[in-house]
């Protein structure tokens, strides 16, 4: 029997996420949880001088590792920033343009990457299940130049109707939709990235377009996990699981204790021919 | 103008003029001594049905002091603007404190859940971005501001956000209405007795809040010298006029942290959500609210010095704080 590697499917992303942040690039996070943290991953490993500005008002920081057990927009993480403003300061940031890329979150996502992160199940008056609101979603999908949305691959979460739109991906998909709504120019949602496929958006109908799976996966499997059937790339490519430095980073350095990264579905692979163990 | 679209969300109307007339009437404008104690602070200027606001961003720089004692006065059918939150919406709501909340991003876990399916509390929803603005709006004394994002969305339909086309470009706009609490909370780091306060590290709103709140309340760290607040006058967040009571609260935002000084008390947080989980959320608040006369007592007889020390050794980043 051959050695495994095991990781949350929020690990995963997380690693994914990392692998596509660019130096020359600004970042616009929320406060807290897995998309600051693949900016953190990024920053320990590839691209240390990488720009973000988080949310509440910090600007740039070189967050002090390991970090404390609950991140939580605490002293170390807003260690060594070239600017520590407010909220409303960091928002015009990203009104001028100055961010281009927003990292996010959802509940829940439909084939033009509009999203929820509200309430799931029943209305809204007598939700199900309701969660604690978009924060700072609606702002950073509106208003960075490009959207990376990370959620996890599954049915109930790639849906043919939200529960609840929260904030904007590319409206009712026509084009100019964004614009005539009111929401800057020329933005809106890049990617989407889950544990086992990665999806981008046809530039012309703005639906959402299959381009990579993990090794483990087919296109009929990832097309299980959805409500509707997404547009398929001409050639889908391979995406590379987590290696064992990246998990040891998030579980040493950015996440430790785990609050956020171990809530997940734990993921085994077989190291040695990369398919997803039995 | 033509309104294109208005979101169905609940707003108290901005009335720029009659806050005016409040400031007029009731502002202090001298240096006088405005430190009072938690309790004489909260039961003269928060009252039930009042508008609250706080600043803090998710367990940092909370004026949690200040919320248990709301909540050991039960104050009643208070609103409140729940962004960059955590769980204080929930301890509020817990207290029976709480009829609505503007949503931007809050922990909502089992007591927030009931709560709203019951119709005990209304939500009404907003984001973090949109609230932060409306209280720009109200800290510049207009009725509305416009920004670019909400549209579009549901979120933007249980708000009450409007749009309109804008009368210079032409274009499509949201506006959001000003808000003007009745009363603010807000913990400092360090404060003069007149209120002139120092707020360390990037805020959320703190001055907007402050500047836009008809009454407001600073629980502060420590009590520095008013020649201290002149020496550094660029590291005032607030200035004295807008302060009505400053409260002497070391810990102040226990179990939350204050960067620079102290962490958070992780254990507790996990002995809040678990009292949650299991529907004890009073056996909660007996131990560390309604059991104790004051903030102090807590620290006391719940707290205990050993672990206050070690939450003060847990905090090593002093650098761009105190350094």
Known sequence: ?278 | MEVLESGVGEFRMPDPDGFREYVRTHKERRLVNKVINEKEAISRLVEDGDYLAYDQNVAVRGPTSLFREIIRQRKKDLWIAAKFTWTDATLLVAGGCVSKIDVGWMAAGKVINTAVRKGEVKLIEWSNGALAHRHLAGSMGVPFLPLRYLVGTDTFTQSGAKVIEDPYTEQRICLVPALYPDVAIIHVHQCDVYGNARVMGAGVAPMEIAMSSKKLIISTEEIIDIEAIRRQPQRTTIPYYFVDAVVVAPFGCYPGSTPGLYGGDIEHWLEFMAAEMQGKTDEYLEKWVYSVASHEEMLEKRVGQEKLDSLKAAETVKEGYYE
């Open chain 1, 1 to 278: 029997m051959s050695e495994q590697l095991t990781f949350t499917d929020v690990e995963a992303n997380i690693c994914t996420i990392a692998g596509l942040i660019e130096e020359d690039k600004l970042y616009f996070v929320q406060m807290a949880g897995a998309p600051l943290m693949a900016v953190l991953l990024a920053k320990y490993m590839r691209t240390p001088e990488v720009g973000y500005v988080v949310e509440e008002g910090a600007v740039t920081p070189s967050p002090s590792f390991p970090l404390p057990r609950m991140m939580l927009g605490a002293s170390r993480s807003h260690h060594r920033a070239v600017a520590w403003y407010g909220m409303n300061i960091a928002d015009s940031h990203a009104a001028l343009g100055f961010m281009d890329y927003g990292l996010l979150a959802c509940l829940q996502v439909d084939k033009f990457g509009n999203f929820n992160s509200t309430f799931i199940g029943g209305t809204y008056e007598q939700p199900e299940r309701r969660f604690g609101g978009p924060g700072g979603a609606p702002e950073i999908a509106s208003q960075c130049w490009r959207t990376l949305l990370m959620t996890k691959l599954e049915s109930r979460k790639f849906v043919n109707k939200l529960d609840f739109m929260s904030s904007p991906g590319y409206l009712d998909g026509t084009p100019g939709a964004r614009e005539r709504a009111g929401m800057p120019a020329n933005t809106g949602p890049y990617k989407i990235i889950t544990q086992e496929a990665v999806f981008d958006f046809d530039e012309e109908t703005h639906q959402m377009r299959l381009i990579a799976m993990m090794p483990w996966m087919t296109v009929e499997q990832v097309l299980s996990k959805m409500e509707f059937e997404p547009l398929i790339a001409d050639k889908v490519e391979r995406m590379e699981p987590p290696t064992d430095e990246e998990l040891t980073i998030i579980r040493a350095q950015i996440d430790p204790g785990g609050l956020t990264v171990s809530r997940g579905e734990w993921i085994a692979i077989d190291r040695e021919t990369g398919q997803r163990a039995q």
